[in-house]
């Protein structure tokens, strides 16, 4: 990461403190407070040794002095905890702000740039990475000022007292952020490479256990075991490279704070034995003088101290904004609405698309000029080899991709209608099914009210009712972590169910048989080839055999629809459907 980077980075990180400003501010206030006490307790206490070793006086005529003394280590002790806890909170805040700006992105992303990138990306970049942000909100920040006032507030102390240990301090100071800025240099970008390899571990290791089945079917596992200890090896490497930063850095910054503080011993020492006779303003030097200045002079290294230890969690910061950064600047920003329109659907739902070219968010074309009528009630078929761009023409009629030319529902164009009208007559079914709600029966409802009958009916099409009896709770049955784990294909017979309870008027499918065993495919093929006569449906398959009963086929190849019509209109001319179908048939032989 070049210099210039990072001091965009830091710029953004900085932009983002105003989402905890108040609590900022409360944390350095309290540590001004806190300076304030540092001086006061070292001011009390060197009086008293003065008074006591050298005045001789009764320590029963000190007492005021050592009550207020006492005052101020319980006062110096709240404001450090209270200074904290503001930190703290202002770093939560910021980070939760952080967490939803993300979340809202990929909201309105959805999942055709989800897919992207792996899940443990997503996962390192909402948790990790963000995380790593906290002691740079918390701590970093209120002590950058801290760091300047403290010692600004111990110079004028101690040199109306003496100006030869107050020079010391102000010329040594400078060294140690001279020294943390040699050796912090390289810390921003080694904690980007820590991110970046975390980042890829997460993803490649969720994928292989995802995978898990496929790759044992194809005696993969030792080769992959293999593949994730020399990437987990890889990213130890790296931890130990930022780690070995850290304790550079702070080895350097304790050798010049300890220098300096014995500097100005030595000069007291010297002094006190006649050796040296300046710096006292022609009043000697007294031993109040020297017990100030020598109780001072750690406290005026101590915030410079910090500010070095919470260095690295500056480069920690810097390292974790990389991704986050790039990833807010580049995705659309969710709080600019350009589509308010409610959809009201007065007649059955009717798609016309003209001239329709599917985009992604960054502006390329992911299809052809598509043109196409899906009438109200139609059942049609969507068939193609991979990367034809089915996937891509289901997303764009799901609202998640832009598109350029016109898409229209019953005249009105779908990106002058808000996604959430669009999509509230819409029912989807995936090849994965998704069951976020905690039990079986709120993942089938989701908020909506259904009367029993109707749900058992549901139920029974879809084939659930099937293991229903076998759960320990029935409907009431917790579902996901800490409940009960189904099978995929059981999760995707809840799934149609969920779909078939929608009152859409449009269902889109996607290979919603896929992965499935013969027995769950036929329940789900048939639950939706039941509910496909009720409203208007489009499915994307590559079973080819069920398609002769339906409205339309449609091929798409390379892009592009380049048959559409009745199946057996389509088997019997020359084309991609006759080809792929005389292929089929090939395979099974």
Request: proline share 3%; aromatic share 8%.
């Amino acid at each position: 990461m070049n210099k210039s980077r990072q001091q965009e980075l830091l710029r953004w990180l900085r932009q983002q403190r105003h989402h905890g400003a108040r609590n900022l501010r409360v944390a350095s206030l309290l540590g001004f407070a806190g300076a304030l006490v540092i001086i006061a307790q070292a001011w009390l206490l060197a009086s008293l040794l003065q008074n006591l070793v050298v005045a001789q006086q009764p320590r029963a005529s000190l007492l005021t002095d050592f009550l207020l003394l006492l005052l101020c280590f319980v006062l110096r002790a709240g404001l450090h905890y209270a200074r904290e806890m503001a930190g703290h909170r202002a770093g939560v805040a910021i980070r939760r702000t952080l967490r939803q700006q993300v979340l809202d992105r990929l909201n309105v992303l959805g999942p055709a740039w989800i897919q992207g990138k792996p899940a443990g990306s997503w996962a390192t970049l909402l948790l990790e990475q963000i995380e790593e942000m906290q002691e740079y909100y918390a701590r970093y920040l209120p002590q950058m000022s801290l760091a300047v006032f403290i010692p600004l507030a111990i110079l004028i102390a101690i040199f109306p007292i003496n100006w030869a240990a107050g020079l010391i301090l102000l010329v040594t100071a400078p060294l140690i952020p001279l020294f943390m800025a040699m050796v912090g240099m390289g810390a921003a970008d080694a904690n980007r490479r820590n991110f970046v390899a975390l980042a890829r571990l997460s993803g490649d290791f969720y994928d292989r256990l995802r995978g898990r089945e496929t790759l044992r079917l194809f005696y993969r596992g030792a080769a992959e075991q293999e593949a994730i200890a020399a990437s987990t090896t890889d990213f130890r490497q790296r931890t130990m490279e930022v780690l070995r930063l850290a304790f550079l850095s702070s080895a350097v910054l304790e050798f010049f704070a300890s220098l300096a503080i014995a500097v100005v011993a030595v000069y007291f020492g010297f002094s006190y034995l006649g050796e040296l006779n300046f710096g006292h303003y022609s009043t000697g030097v007294t031993l109040f003088a020297g017990f100030l200045a020598l109780i001072l002079a750690p406290e005026f290294f101590q915030p410079l101290r910090d500010l070095g230890t919470f260095y690295h969690a500056k480069a920690q910061a810097i390292g974790g904004a990389d991704a986050l950064e790039q990833f807010l600047r580049e995705s659309p920003d969710p709080t600019i609405e350009h589509a308010s329109r409610e959809l009201s659907l007065t007649a059955p739902l009717h798609l016309h698309a003209q001239d329709l070219v599917v985009m992604t968010a960054s502006g390329e074309a992911l299809s052809q000029s598509l043109n196409f009528t899906l009438d109200a009630g139609k059942r049609v078929a969507l068939v193609g080899q991979s990367g034809a761009g089915k996937t891509a023409l289901m997303n764009v009629l799901l609202g998640f991709l832009p598109y350029h030319g016109s898409l229209q529902i019953n005249g009105q164009e779908l990106r002058d209608i808000s996604r959430d009208s669009w999509q509230k007559h819409i029912a989807w079914v995936g090849q994965n099914p998704h069951l976020p709600a905690q039990t079986l029966r709120e993942n089938l409802l989701l908020n909506s009210r259904i009367d029993d009958a109707t749900l058992m009916s549901v139920l029974q099409r879809a084939g659930v009712d099937e293991f229903l009896d076998r759960l320990p709770q029935g409907l009431e049955t917790v579902l996901g972590d800490g409940g009960v784990g189904l099978s995929v294909g059981q999760a995707q017979r809840i799934a149609v169910a969920r779909a078939l309870l929608k009152p859409a008027q449009l269902l889109l499918l996607d290979e919603p048989g896929s992965g499935l065993d013969s027995q769950s495919e036929q329940h789900v093929i048939n639950a939706l080839q039941q509910a496909a006569t009720q409203q208007t449906t489009l499915m994307i398959t590559h079973q080819l055999n069920e398609l002769a009963s339906w409205d339309e086929v449609w091929v798409m190849q390379a892009g592009q629809l380049v048959q559409q019509g009745h199946w057996q209109e389509l088997i019997e001319q020359d084309g991609p459907l006759r080809e792929m179908a005389q292929h089929r048939q090939k395979e099974i032989v």
